[in-house]
């Protein structure tokens, strides 16, 4: 079965950095580009990064500099590194394929106070 596990979120002040961890299985995760979606209060999710299975990354240009997606084929796992935190960034982050997604998993929440 798929699983897509996400982790590492929390309360974080402005300025601040968190680094989320998405733990996956039941895929072939190596041979995917995969990415980090995210969801904020009453708004629709949005595309955050993305990486290509070789390694090839992307960012919304509200992130760019900041943020930086990773991946670790040997473990089947996606990171995202966040630095410099603004509150706009407060979201549920969710982990899945950057195109054909999975159904979705539980996400990990990032809250950022100014």
């Known amino acids: 079965q798929v699983q897509l596990v996400e982790s590492g979120g929390g309360l974080v002040q402005a300025g601040g950095s968190l680094k989320l961890s998405c733990a996956t299985s039941?895929?072939?995760?190596?041979?995917?580009?995969m990415a980090w979606y995210r969801q904020a209060p009453g708004q629709g999710r949005e595309l955050v990064a993305d990486i290509s299975s070789g390694g090839t990354t992307k960012y919304q240009d509200s992130v760019k500099g900041r943020f930086t997606i990773s991946r670790d084929n040997a473990m089947n796992m996606l990171f995202l590194q966040m630095n410099s935190l603004k509150p706009e960034d407060t979201a549920v982050y969710y982990c899945?394929?950057?195109?054909?997604?999975?159904?979705w998993g539980q996400g990990t929440q990032v809250i950022v106070s100014s």
């Open positions: 039941g895929i072939n995760f190596r041979l995917y580009p």
């Open positions: 899945n394929r950057r195109q054909f997604t999975y159904p």
